[in-house]
């Protein structure tokens, strides 16, 4: 949901209410709301250091080696300050890089609850050392750590090839913590040591030799604005502790393309900001923001990959303050005909990327993900964050949400209206109107005055509902959930030691202090059946608003200067909207006695959110830009952990033409997270008010989705179990395929299927890359088969959606659809082998509960493989440790790409074997057998001879 611009809000909240007038009045996003670098003092600060000689210098004196750490001291020759180096070798192939001051005048923030261990480090060796610097043994092979001590640089090395320098550009900068001096302060040491000397002192003595340039550039420095107190427009940042920015530059020779830290509505491969803002990571409430720009938006995870066709790389830079990340390339700007013109006459050099990282405040902490394949740096970064929470199976079905259905009679007849016209769902949402007042773990009275019959009467068809909890107290007397949070002493305070209160939808609101564990035992505890009236195990939760988003407050979001304890905001402003989702993930788990599994969805995010459930793109607009650019944005998420993304299908804002709807059924239909949501002020865009042949094309997108639910929920067991993305770039699995290092209109889903969703406006055809020389890949829909290697023309129409298979996969399907994902729990399943051209292929499934942490606690699960080769096709057990037992069996197998056999046998483990009837279409060269009639749990083979 969206914040109102600054001026609307003051009309708005004159008569203290919100309407919905008012919201109509805002069109887009006020850039003018929100900082560039030249407005936000220390990126303004930072990005004035030139690169040039580093004026640290490594003082190998103080090496120091322990059983998992070296640690040195770094010296700031400009103004003698120390800075504390520790390096850490991690197994898996990672080295972590930490930075703080040796001493400084308080401590500094240092990001706790994101790092799932304490990363298991061994010990590092020493291999030479000299005047100038030390090389260190590194795990992998043949791995080396230089060590530069003047100026400082970090080389890591495999063999001879250069794998990444730190601090080559000489941008590390420290700003250390340090007392004010005044103005007044000032004049009074001159006139003290105007008068020492008078009186015959030593002036150019020890402590005016070592202080007296220190002196100088502390002045200079002071004098720069921004530095003790910012102002922005009519917001005061009161900076009592002083300057404490951060910055290291890392060097990435041979490296063309780089990709993640999100959250930006931009293109798959990160940019170039040469000559233009940073991206920017600061959780904001962006309304309806702009597309191709580096803007900060609604979640930031400060994880960066670099991919060229030798290896892939990653950077993990571990701080939640705002932080601006600054790309540069030796290629940039230079056109694919410039490259080679410089390869022809000699002139080319290898290609560099460079990155650099800016913070306000904490400690350096930065972790080097060294691959080398995609798939390793994804391992990495799951052994240190965690992996993607396996959501429960009815999650990844359809959800139906729009702002706001009005009230039980109205979710009724939503709810009939998809029965009536064969459109299956499994989730109906909630927006703010439901609450007393706009405030949460409330019910409207006249509106929704019987919860319980409402959510009954969905548990009956086994539909859920989610409603909305947003972490914005109504500052209210009356209500209990203020009450208790004030007198517990859990809301964040202001700058003076006050409750924080700030503007939002209730009008006046406080905001828990989430990152007090205290405050989100609590808050947990309200999800109790007996503390949220009205609410059934069927009640699941959207946590919105959680940047935290104020109205009223600088950039829409909470002062800098508000304080959770000791800390400052802005010391941990991008972990607020995570605290909030681990509160509420942690209330849903509670109230089961922790055995249910949560779904919680969540606007704002950090490294780690993938643990807690599913994120969602914003505030986007029914725009064909809007659609296009949902898909690098949730690659970008994928990359980095979350797995569980999706976009508003038909767009927040403004009302989508029934062509534009149709199409983001079908790419929706095709995206982890399938959620359709409209603002108030949209017409109702149920899918039956279309028409009936536009109904009949998003019921089929609809309908493709709930068949592809096993494949989806063995994704998302694989995620859990492995960190690899659900949704994929092509270049994930063909990593040494340059044609698809910038592609970010199609992706895969897992290996198996590729999807080019049709996204542009009267589309006649589409041109997809099937990637892989060698391959073969069949169209899902008519089982034409396509050679890999080849970009391929595919006429289109409305009712087109191009999805292929990969020839070597067996891909399960549940083509039995009813009204909702658990109505399908013991349906049978379809397998469709897709084979390769040597005439194999493989495939897995999982199966379980579908919504308990038993495969987890007790290892009940089905973990099947299937592998086609030689002419015979098996089910084996791919985790000899689960146990379940299932109802489920498989009625049907497709194989693509197959030749006619004369006999098809099953054979059981018992020795027993019986003919299968099959089909044979030899145009397409489908072969399918039917009723194997097996279950989904056994051992079996198929011969087909």
């Not at 999706?646 to 149709?662: H, I, T």
């Not at 397998?831 to 199966?847: D, Q, W």
């Amino acid at each position: 949901m969206a914040a109102l611009s600054e001026r609307m809000l003051r009309l708005c909240l004159a008569g203290l209410t919100l309407s919905a007038l008012c919201l109509q009045q805002v069109q887009a996003v006020d850039r003018s709301n929100f900082k560039t670098c030249e407005q936000s003092s220390f990126c303004k600060r930072q990005r004035a250091v030139q690169p040039g000689q580093s004026p640290y210098r490594a003082l190998l004196d103080t090496l120091q080696l322990s059983d998992s750490r070296l640690s040195l001291q770094l010296l700031n020759e400009h103004n003698k300050v120390k800075l504390l180096l520790e390096l850490y070798g991690l197994q898996g192939n990672m080295t972590r890089i930490k930075i703080n001051e040796l001493k400084p005048l308080r401590p500094r923030f240092e990001v706790p609850d994101v790092l799932i261990r304490d990363p298991p480090a061994y010990p590092l060796t020493v291999v030479s050392r000299d005047d100038h610097g030390l090389v260190l043994s590194l795990g992998g092979p043949d791995q080396r750590l230089i060590l530069s001590a003047h100026p400082f640089r970090l080389d890591i090395m495999e063999g001879p090839e250069l794998l990444l320098s730190v601090n080559s550009r000489g941008l590390l900068v420290f700003e250390h913590l340090r007392q004010r001096k005044d103005t007044d302060a000032r004049k009074e040491e001159e006139e003290e040591g105007a008068e020492s000397q008078d009186a015959g002192a030593q002036p150019a003595g020890e402590k005016a030799a070592d202080g007296e340039a220190e002196t100088k550039q502390q002045q200079q420095e002071e004098d720069q604005q921004g530095m003790w107190e910012e102002t922005f427009k009519t917001h005061s940042d009161a900076k009592p502790h002083g300057p404490s920015s951060i910055s290291l530059d890392f060097s990435l020779p041979g490296v063309e393309h780089v990709y993640g830290i999100p959250e930006h509505g931009d293109s798959l491969r990160l940019k170039n900001t040469d000559g233009g803002d940073p991206y920017r990571l600061y959780n904001l409430d962006v309304f309806q923001y702009e597309l191709h720009n580096p803007m900060a938006l609604y979640g930031s995870v400060p994880v960066l990959l670099a991919h060229s066709a030798r290896r892939t790389l990653g950077l993990f830079w571990l701080n939640a303050a705002e932080t601006w990340v600054d790309i540069g390339s030796n290629t940039a700007g230079k056109t694919v005909f410039g490259k080679m013109l410089d390869y022809v006459q000699g002139a080319s050099e290898t290609p560099q990327t460079e990155v650099r990282w800016i913070s306000e405040s904490g400690i350096i902490d930065a972790f080097v993900m060294l691959g080398p394949r995609p798939a390793d740096v994804f391992a990495q970064y799951a052994s240190l964050t965690g992996t993607q929470a396996l959501p429960p199976l009815f999650a990844l079905a359809y959800h139906q949400c729009r702002w706001n259905y009005n009230d039980q009679e109205d979710v009724a007849a939503v709810d009939a209206g998809f029965d009536e016209h064969d459109i299956p769902y499994d989730f109906i949402w909630l927006d703010i109107e439901h609450t007393d007042g706009k405030r949460y773990f409330t019910w409207d009275p006249n509106k929704f005055p019987a919860p319980k019959d409402m959510l009954q009467a969905l548990q009956a068809k086994k539909r859920k509902m989610v409603a909305i909890v947003d972490p914005h107290i109504k500052v209210d007397s009356g209500y209990k959930i203020h009450n208790e949070i004030r007198s517990k002493g859990f809301y964040t305070k202001n700058k003076d030691g006050g409750d924080y209160e700030g503007w939002c939808w209730p009008g006046n609101a406080g905001y828990p202090d989430f990152t007090n564990p205290e405050m989100r035992s609590w808050w947990a505890n309200m999800f109790a059946y007996d503390q949220y009236e009205g609410s059934m195990e069927n009640l699941y939760t959207w946590n919105d608003m959680n940047e935290p988003s104020v109205f009223n407050g600088p950039e829409v979001t909470m002062h800098k200067d508000a304080l959770h304890g000791t800390w400052e905001h802005r010391d941990l402003h991008n972990l607020y909207g995570l605290y909030v989702q681990m509160a509420t993930a942690e209330g849903q788990i509670r109230r089961s006695g922790g055995v249910e599994r949560p779904f919680v969805l969540t606007r704002a995010f950090f490294a780690g959110s993938q643990r807690l459930g599913a994120v969602w793109t914003g505030d986007n607009a029914a725009e064909w830009d809007h659609l296009k650019i949902s898909i690098p944005m949730c690659l970008s998420l994928g990359l980095v952990g979350i797995s569980f993304c999706g976009a508003d299908v038909g767009g927040f804002f403004k009302a989508p033409s029934s062509e534009l709807l149709v199409r983001w059924y079908q790419t929706g239909a095709y995206q982890p997270f399938f959620r359709a949501h409209a603002h108030l002020d949209t017409p109702r865009r149920e899918p039956w008010l279309f028409g009936d042949e536009n109904m009949r094309l998003i019921r089929e997108a609809v309908r493709q989705r709930y068949t592809l639910l096993p494949y989806w929920y063995t994704l998302f067991y694989s995620a859990y179990r492995t960190g690899q993305p659900a949704m994929r770039p092509l270049w994930v699995e063909y990593p040494d395929d340059v044609a698809t290092f910038a592609m970010d209109d199609q992706f895969l889903l897992g290996r198996d299927l590729l999807v080019h969703p049709v996204t542009d406006e009267g589309a006649r055809g589409v041109t997809a890359y099937l990637p892989g020389k060698g391959q073969v890949w069949y169209d899902v829909h008519t089982f034409q088969k396509h050679s890999g290697g080849q970009h391929l023309y595919i006429p289109v129409t409305l009712s087109s959606i191009p999805v292929f298979q990969r020839g070597g996969s067996i891909v399960p399907r549940k083509n039995r659809v009813r009204r909702s994902s658990s109505c399908m729990t013991s349906d049978p399943y379809t397998l469709y082998v897709a084979l390769s051209p040597e005439g194999e292929a493989e495939g897995e499934l999982f199966v379980d509960d579908e919504h308990t942490f038993r495969f987890e606690s007790e290892h009940q699960f089905i973990h099947r493989r299937f592998v086609f080769a030689r002419g015979t096709l098996s089910s084996q057990n791919a985790d000899p440790s689960g146990h379940f037992s299932s109802d489920s069996w498989v009625e049907r197998v497709v194989i693509l790409g197959a030749s006619r056999p004369s006999v098809a046998l099953l054979l059981i483990p018992d020795g027993s074997q019986s003919p299968l009837e099959f089909d044979f279409e030899e145009r397409a060269s489908v072969l399918t057998l039917r009723k194997p009639a097996v279950n989904v749990a056994a051992d079996w083979t198929i011969l087909l001879r």
